[in-house]
């Protein structure tokens, strides 16, 4: 039936093919009560998390997750990142890729069906949509209805939620990116800064445009990962299936019973569309895996509804193994969904997956918080000093990446000479330099080292920065102190 | 390559009608919208034309409505850079050179600024590690002709040294003891073999006994009786390592036979005062530096945050 509409469609015009209007039916089942469940996690995790206060005490901001652009810091929770720290957050993306691969492999596209935010504001908007609209029926009714007062009241009303779901979308994400208290009463004051209100505008607009317009049609021609997805599966991932060795031949306004089904060897499946009537991207899953199931299970919960009343076992529409099919059509009892789940490429999906996790945990742990970067001045590489003495130039880095300012203490090791810097005049050159570095900044100082001018050519040298608190600390750089060739004795 | 179209049962969609070994490709339709975001960048770049140089004429481009162009984009990127820097400037044409210490932030800035306006004006000369060359002093190191404190660096910038057209310019001059036949080549000989020894690089001999008596003649009233030199006169110590234009025998014969004069403009009359005071700051930070200014107390001095 889909493929007639299809090529009467493409025969008017080959060059593009209209959208075919989905309106969805109202289900009930173990699915779409998961589906709920999923929904209001992802939503409350969306809208929460800015909102989550985290003490840090009074040098750094009290949100728990803040995405601080302008002073490029990266708080959650008790884990700060610095900019060069970015690997961290390259390990969270390789998890959240492996993550995704192993349940792809495991349960098929079980991130479209349930977690993917396109899907659940999607459905979000059909639930809207049958609020004032009506179910599958009335929708379509209204749809086809001409345009009067009350549809346009109806569509009116139904556009301005779905408006405000998107402002409250677009308005949630700009808190990850300042304190969201003070955010949020400059953007009702109407002083937030003005990329905040294009953020919001642009999200709103996109989240109704693709929400209650594009839908599907996102999942079909505009993401990457179904396509992605689809490589990953094999023949012993469990995914959305109709059993096509259990429900055909179809039995379409056959009467059921027992002398008939002796007479006509006739499937489980009735043909009564109640799947396709379901489905939130209008296919049909009977045709088999395809591009556009989501696999959102929600035909599973229509059928199983169909199957009870008919008095036939349920899950003719169930998630299976292309595996558990040859077993079947074989006539050998299938596999339970665990020996499925557990195999060498999912374990091993999972074991890269938590390798990958624990490594980060163990980084994190023992990551320093006092930083030293040291480079030396080559030009020039020394300089000759009026008593004789030569001088060598090195440019440092103290990073404090701590909430608190510190002092450090920096010494040279391996040379009996005197350190000053570009804050002091060289009458005050001495053994040691102390600093006092702010709360999570960078100091950056010159160093000079003036030394005796007898000696090898080039020295190695260490420069020894310590914390001057009890928690103590060392970061140590490695240096050498070059003077110039020995002239000749004359 | 024959033209074979027909419809794939799989999918129900036309093939484009070609075929390589056996590999089809399907005409699969565009979905409409997708038509309708063609149509909108179709729009759009009508729009841009319109708003933005697009067209060419003959000598130049439709100049748009808008009447954008880089070079005014530029200049309104500088003026806006300008007015950030405003108050770090302003603060810094007021506040008198040798007190620039007391407010580390300020000093900072200078520094910053200093790095920048010397790789534009000095490093001709000075190169650009501040490490000079014959002639042009390394400004990294402790010996200072003019003075090596705050004020003293940011005086010799100011109004130069020998610099004709600036009144407050420092003047000296090493006399041409050879040219203008003030000592004969024998003297020079000695004179030069009496300094070579006063930096300890070669024993005394009869020849520089004898230029003894010259040096006490001739050099003392600049140089100093110990030969360490008078800032005053910007007349060098000859009695530490550091030459301006070399410490041998040859060097010092050619300084004493045809003098030494070399100039410094001033670079007060071509920037702006916060500028100069900003290079000042920077080469006083090149390690080199002496105490800041001869009237101020000692101070301590503040770290800076490098942020």
């Known amino acids: 039936m889909r493929h007639a509409d299809d090529l009467a469609n493409r025969a008017r015009n080959r060059y593009f093919e209209k959208r075919r209007k989905v309106f969805p039916r109202q289900i009930d089942g173990s699915f779409r009560r998961f589906k709920w469940l999923a929904m209001i996690v992802t939503l409350a995790i969306y809208y929460v998390t800015p909102w989550i206060r985290w003490d840090r005490g009074p040098y750094a ?51 479209c069906g349930y977690a993917c935010p396109q899907t659940v504001w999607t459905d979000l908007f059909l639930h809207v949509e049958r609020l004032i609209d009506g179910d599958r029926n009335s929708q379509r009714k209204l749809d086809e209805a001409s345009w009067g007062a009350p549809k346009l009241a109806k569509r009116l009303t139904k556009w301005s939620i779905w408006l405000i779901i998107g402002a409250l979308s677009g308005g949630a994400w700009i808190f990850y990116f300042a304190d969201a208290p003070t ?79 002796d007479l006509l060897p006739v499937g489980d499946c009735i043909d009564c569309v109640a799947c396709v009537a379901v489905c939130p991207t209008g296919i049909d899953i009977r045709e088999g895996p395809q591009i556009g199931c989501i696999t959102c299970a929600l035909c599973i919960d229509a059928c199983d509804e169909v199957m009870k009343r008919v008095g036939r076992p349920s ?46 945990l163990f980084a994190l742990g023992n990551r320093s918080r006092m930083t030293l970067d040291l480079a030396q001045s080559r030009n020039p590489v020394w300089i000759q000093l009026s008593d004789g003495q030569v001088r060598n130039s090195f440019t440092f880095k103290l990073g404090n990446m701590e909430e608190r300012p510190r002092r450090f203490l920096v010494k ?76 000749e004795e004359e | ?54 067209w060419p004429m003959v000598s130049r481009a439709t100049a748009g409505t808008w009447n954008w162009s880089s070079r005014s984009q530029l ?39 200093g790095a920048a306006a010397f790789r534009v004006n000095c490093i001709q000369c000075h190169g650009s590690g501040a490490a000079g060359g014959k002639g042009y002093a390394n400004l990294n190191d402790d010996d200072w002709l003019w003075g090596g404190d705050l004020k003293a660096i940011h005086q010799t910038i100011n109004h130069g040294i020998r610099y004709n057209g600036d009144r407050a310019t420092r003047v000296s001059l090493m006399p041409a003891f050879g040219r203008d036949a003030i000592l004969k080549p024998e003297q020079i000989d000695d004179v030069a073999n ?21 040096f006490v003649a001739q050099c003392v009233a600049c140089h100093g009786t110990d030969g360490k030199g008078d800032r005053k006169f910007g007349a060098p110590n000859l009695t530490d390592r550091i030459w301006l234009y070399g410490g041998d ?30 290079l000042a700051t920077y080469v006083h930070s090149l390690g080199g530096g002496e105490k800041f200014g001869p009237d101020q107390p000692p101070v301590s001095v503040k770290q800076n945050a490098a942020r």
């Not at chain 1, 339970?336 to 980060?360: D, S």
């Not at chain 1, 160093?447 to 020894?464: F, M, N, Q, R, W």
């Not at chain 2, 850079?81 to 300020?106: G, Y």
């Open chain 1, 61 to 111: 901001p009290n949100q728990a997750v803040l995405v601080d652009l302008a002073h490029r810091r990266f708080y959650m929770f008790s884990i700060e990142i610095w900019p060069q720290e970015f690997y961290y957050v390259t390990g969270l993306l390789l998890m959240a890729a492996l993550g995704l691969f192993l349940v792809t492999s495991a349960v098929g596209r079980a991130w």
């Open chain 2, 1 to 54: 390559m024959a033209n074979k179209k027909r419809i794939d049962p799989a999918t129900g969609t036309e093939t484009v009608g070609h075929e390589w070994d056996g590999i089809e490709e399907l005409d699969t339709p565009m979905p409409r919208w997708w038509l309708w975001t063609f149509y909108a960048t179709v729009i759009f770049a009508i729009g841009y034309t319109v708003l933005y140089p697009a």
């Open chain 2, 194 to 214: 009496y300094v070579l020894t006063l930096s300890g690089r070669s024993k005394p001999t009869p020849s520089s006994q004898r230029g003894l008596q010259v």
């Open chain 1, 183 to 261: 955010l949020f009463q400059q953007l009702i004051g109407g002083t937030a800064p003005r990329v905040a209100y294009a953020t919001v505008f642009v999200l709103t607009i996109t989240t109704f445009i693709f929400g209650g317009f594009m839908r599907e049609q996102v999942c079909i021609y505009m993401c990457p990962w179904p396509r992605i997805q689809g490589a990953m599966l094999d023949e012993q991932s469990l995914v959305v299936t109709y059993k096509a060795w259990r429900g055909e031949p179809r039995s379409h306004g056959i009467k059921r019973s027992k002398d008939v089904s």
């Open chain 1, 315 to 360: 899950k003719l529409i169930g998630y299976t193994t292309q595996a558990d099919e040859e077993l079947a059509r074989a006539g050998v009892p299938a596999k339970t969904p665990l020996q499925r789940l557990l195999r060498l490429r999912t374990i091993l999906y999972f074991a890269v997956w938590a390798a990958i996790g624990i490594f980060m």
């Open chain 2, 75 to 113: 200049d309104a990127e500088l003026k806006a850079d300008a007015n950030r820097k405003r108050p770090v400037m302003l603060a810094l044409a007021q506040i008198p050179v040798e007190r620039l210490s007391d407010d580390p932030k300020l000093m900072n800035a200078a520094v910053q600024g």
């Open chain 2, 249 to 278: 025998k040859g060097t010092i014969i050619q300084t004493l036979t045809n003098g030494r004069g070399g100039v410094m403009p001033a670079w007060g009359e071509r920037l702006d005062p916060a500028t100069v005071k900003m």
């Open chain 1, 412 to 487: 040279v090791d391996g040379i009996d000479g005197k350190i000053w810097d570009e804050t002091r005049a060289i009458e005050q050159a001495g053994t040691s330099l102390t600093y006092e570095v702010p709360a999570d900044q960078v100091a950056k100082h010159s160093l000079y080292l003036a030394a005796s001018e007898d000696g090898p050519k080039s020295t190695p040298i260490l420069i020894v920065v310590s914390a001057l608190d009890k928690e103590g600390g060392q970061a140590v750089g490695r240096a050498h102190f070059e003077r110039p060739e020995q002239e």
